[in-house]
């Protein structure tokens, strides 16, 4: 199985920061990586797919990027509403997993 | 407006049964890859089983054997038939669309399932 580790665990940063979580997989993925942001006691939305696809809907300060193993979402400037969890996710090959979790907070 | 709504969460005894529906709307189940991903209480997120389009279906290894997906065309639904639970099958149980060689999305709300004597 393709393991996904994200740093860091968790991250605290004021509103306008920019933030930027880093997801590395096990083996090469290609580009198959999408990012999930997910708010208590909600389900999960896709953000980003195939590594830099922004979902539509999604705001513009959010971005990826990488190749391979290593991976990076990037928020441009860090708005109150982004206070969530942000998990990774290749869709490589079965089985499909995620990485253990971002835990993002504002000052 | 696309809408998935899952139901059949219940506390439920080690060892027993259940069945969780996903009722589709504005999305076809049948020309469509879903999927099921639970979520440990505290935890993170794990794919569980994905039906394609075709009928093919996967699952992770830890339920294989145990657990069924399936879906109704008629009723534009999704299931996953739950057998010889166990505790760590205790989670938030979504269903999404995807997961056959792409991203999950969109999601339901979610339906808990609870393993505990």
């Known amino acids: 199985d393709i393991q996904m580790t994200q740093s860091p665990s968790t991250l605290s940063a004021s509103v306008g920061d920019r933030v930027t979580i880093t997801c590395r997989a096990s083996q090469s993925i290609t580009r198959w990586l999408a990012w999930y942001q997910q708010k208590p006691g909600k389900a999960p939305k896709l953000l980003i797919h195939k590594t830099s696809s922004l979902q539509s809907g999604v705001p513009s300060r959010f971005s990826g990027s990488g190749s391979g193993t290593e991976f990076t979402l990037t928020i441009s400037s860090l708005q109150p509403d982004d206070s969530a969890a942000y998990y990774c996710?290749?869709?490589?090959?079965?089985?499909?997993?995620f990485g253990q979790g971002t835990k993002l907070e504002i000052k | 407006e696309v809408q998935l709504v899952e139901t059949g969460g219940n506390l439920i005894q080690p060892g027993g049964s259940l069945r969780l529906s996903c009722a589709a709307s504005?999305?076809?189940?049948?020309?469509?890859?879903m999927s099921w991903v639970r979520q440990a209480p505290g935890k993170g997120l794990e794919w569980v089983s994905a039906?394609?389009?075709?009928?093919?279906?996967y699952y992770t290894d830890s339920v294989k054997g145990r657990f069924t997906i399936s879906r109704d065309n008629s009723k534009n639904t999704l299931y996953l038939q739950m057998n010889s639970l166990r505790a760590d099958d205790t989670a938030v149980y979504y269903c999404?669309?995807?997961?056959?060689?792409?991203?999950?999305?969109?999601w339901g709300q979610g339906t808990l399932v609870t393993v505990s004597s």
């Open positions: 039906i394609y389009s075709g009928g093919s279906t």
């Open positions: 999404t669309g995807g997961g056959g060689l792409g991203p999950f999305d969109p």
């Open positions: 996710q290749h869709y490589d090959s079965y089985p499909y997993t």
């Open positions: 504005g999305f076809t189940v049948s020309t469509s890859y």
